[in-house]
């Protein structure tokens, strides 16, 4: 595989030029206007939750790279971050917000993970779906419900940012879905509205964990875990 072979994955992009796709690429100024205001919210809340404020900078400046070079292996740097995110972000959620150890919190990420993969494997084994390539982004739509509702009664505040989430979720899915689809009517495609609302995600997700309560291991240790 050559892993700089330019690609073409979204309707605004028209051929193999730096800014071929400027509203994808300056859209991503979301995600780390996000970061930075979660990165202030956050001093003296714990390393663990700026180093997630730091990854969505991350993922905003991965996207980034990859909608001006539009290459494989840019593609892979950007789902990388995004997914790196999702796994420390549920790693934490566990710990924070559930009273988890480490190594709890761990394996429970790692069961995800495996799950995960099912999924993304039987998904290669059927026919294609029409989803633009988003099935991939279903099991983390799934796991932010379950966060959701496991933590709807310990810790209400959180759960309802973690609702507010999944349901941007719902939409930005639609519109990273609805992208190729819809090129003859829109040429500009809706895939920015993936990027803004996913800011708005990643945003609600830490509001979550800013808003959650100690965790009853947190309180009985006297202090806020940090990573």
Known sequence: ?????????????????????????VSNLGFLLVAALLWQ????RGRDLQGLSGLIFAIGAGSLVFHTLATRWAALLDIAFIALFVLVFHQRLQVRLQGAGNARAGAGTAVF?????VFVGATRALPPLPLNGSEIYLPPFVLLLWC???TRQAQPAAARWLAKAAGLFVLSLACRASDTLLCGLWPAGTHVGWHLLNAAVLYCCMQALLAGLPAPRAQAAGRTPRA
């Open 1 to 25: 595989m050559n892993w700089a072979e330019p690609i073409d994955l979204y309707c605004e992009r028209t051929d193999a030029s730096l800014w071929s796709e400027p509203l994808n690429a």
């Open 41 to 44: 919210r956050s001093r003296g």
């Open 113 to 117: 993970v495996a799950l995960a993969a």
């Open 148 to 150: 959701a509702v496991a």
